[in-house]
């Protein structure tokens, strides 16, 4: 017997079309200075992307600044050729990260499961200090908006763990 999720599947979009935004006040003040910088997380967000078939149309980076990280977000839910959009890094207990804040109050639901997941995973990985994640996915005007832990391997355990889930939810919100 086929079930819903099955016809939701059936009918997803194949390519998805993706925003990168790394927040990071050690690298945007590396980038403003025209000193050079490294961002492996983006890079591996980027190379996972495109493996499962998909395209990264934006790639890049913020401070970790409240309307910095909200004004960005703001211009990109207003692009019509974006549906997912991520943003890397800030998402800590840290007195200046400020990704959650800045993006949380602005989403009409969140997916409360992907959270509960990614720390599930990370905690086989690296135990009790999972709890120290704030990963959140939400949505707003038919778009994804994941907010991710800024270490190479929070980018890769997310990213290959629910990538392949992102059309699903497209095409329920877009439905």
């Known amino acids: 017997m086929k079930r819903p999720y099955h016809e939701h599947r059936k009918h997803a979009p194949r390519k998805l079309a993706f925003a990168l935004i790394t927040v990071s006040s050690s690298r945007y003040a590396a980038k403003t200075s025209g000193k ?3 961002d492996e997380s983006q890079e591996i967000g980027f190379n996972l992307i495109r493996e499962a078939g998909h395209e990264v149309r934006l790639r890049d980076l913020v401070d970790d600044d409240l309307d910095m990280i909200r004004g960005r977000l703001l211009e990109l839910l207003e692009n019509p050729e974006v549906d997912v959009i991520i943003f890397i890094g800030g998402t800590g207990f840290s007195k200046d990260d ?16 992907f959270g509960e997941l990614f720390r599930w995973l990370s905690f086989q990985e ?4 999972a709890i120290l994640s704030r990963a959140l996915m939400g949505v707003v005007k038919d778009k994804v908006v994941i907010c991710l832990p800024g270490s190479p391997h929070a980018v890769d355990l997310a990213l290959r763990n629910f990538l392949s889930e992102l059309p699903h939810l497209i095409y329920i919100l877009r439905s």
Do not use: M, N
């Not at 400020?98 to 499961?113: D, F, H, N, R």
């Open 36 to 38: 050079p910088y490294s």
């Open 126 to 129: 690296i135990g009790a200090a």
């Open 98 to 113: 400020k990704t959650i804040e800045a993006v949380k109050p602005l989403l009409e639901k969140v997916v409360e499961g």
